[in-house]
Nanobody, 124 residues
Framework: QVQLVESGGGSVQAGGSLRLSCAAS????????MGWFRQAPGKEREGVVR???????TYAESVKGRFTISQDNAKTTLYLQMNRLKPEDTAMYYC??????????????????WGQGTQVIVSS
């Protein structure tokens, strides 16, 4: 099984950037579908981006052109580069892993492994 730990969250002004990391242990995620999700207070969890094991990506419309997912060559660290941040990006951000099917609509079927989250706060 893979264990996931996110880091890199923080407070930033609107227009700024942050880079989130998700470190995997117990296993690399080379054969997993990986995703970044976020949840703001009082709102449902939202898929931000997923990357299939073959490398294809799916971004939420709200982050297209601003956020970029990437991973290291060893497939042990997943990144989320977030640029031109907006106050509405404020949320707890989670990475997750799916061994086979990885649905990108609620309830995100297949994403069985989740990190504890890292907080992102964007002030106006």
């Amino acid at each position: 099984q893979v264990q996931l730990v996110e880091s890199g969250g923080g407070s930033v002004q609107a227009g700024g950037s942050l880079r989130l990391s998700c470190a995997a242990s117990g296993s690399s995620f080379s054969n997993y579908c990986m995703g970044w999700f976020r949840q703001a207070p009082g709102k449902e969890r939202e898929g931000v981006v997923r990357i299939m094991s073959g490398g294809s990506t799916t971004y939420a419309e709200s982050v297209k052109g601003r956020f970029t997912i990437s991973q290291d060559n060893a497939k042990t660290t997943l990144y989320l580069q977030m640029n031109r941040l907006k106050p509405e990006d404020t949320a707890m951000y989670y990475c997750a892993a799916a061994r086979q099917y990885c649905g990108f609509r609620p309830p995100y079927v297949g994403f069985d492994y989740w990190g504890q989250g890292t907080q992102v706060i964007v002030s106006s």
